[in-house]
């Protein structure tokens, strides 16, 4: 963050081992598979630049060389690697081994296949922009249910009037879904002495204290899990594409 507040910094998750993607992550990991001609990670990247974040930090495990030459030339945002290949963090603990490369203040955490169509302002933009460190420790982005595509679950948080989130009742349903894409006070990360560990964790933390939020995503959420996911986010994309054409 700069003196101002504004947020500068992200952490794109790029470690997993994609096994829902199979056969296709059997030779290249899930962050470089294409769509709609780009690779999933630089669909992250590059709305992040387009958010004006200016440095990035990459984690990576699985396939992890492939991954960091790919990122090597992009100057926007500037990438710095996180390298987990000697064991898997799962994303808490990845954040966590990242934070003296993050730095002190809040950052965005964006999963590196959290893919959207955009509507009329950077979402990413509108995280930022509604973010509140005075009562927020989290502020995730989320998606309707009815506006996921790809996405057949039965919702992970109620929205309430204030912003605040609640989970989703054990036998019961939600309207929204978490969107993988947040924005994070690094010291909820305090106290934490397992070595893997899930985000969730981090936002049951903010949520046990009333501080977790969350912004509507604008747009349509792609839930970019298997080859299937991947063939329906494509003809989405190109469909459109044709339509606003």
Known sequence: MTREGKIETAMVLAAGFGTRMRPITDTIPKPLVRLDGRA????????????????????????????????????????????????????????????????????????????????????IAALTAAWEPHRMDVLLLLSHRDRSLGYDGRGDYTLGDDGRLARRPRDGEAAHVYAGVSILNPALFDGIADRAFSLNRIFDKAMAEGRLFGVELDGTWMHVGTPEALADAERFLNDRRRRTA
Do not use: C, M
């Open 40 to 123: 999933l990670i630089d669909h992250a990247l590059d709305r992040l630049a387009d958010a004006g974040i200016l440095r990035a930090v990459v984690n990576v495990h699985y396939l992890a060389d492939q991954i960091e030459a790919h990122v090597r030339p992009r100057r926007t945002p500037e990438i710095t690697v996180s390298d987990e290949r000697d064991a898997v963090l799962e994303t808490g603990g990845g954040v966590a081994k990242a934070l003296p490369l993050l730095g002190l203040h809040p950052f965005i955490v964006h999963n590196s296949d959290s893919v959207w169509s955009e509507g009329a302002r950077s979402n």
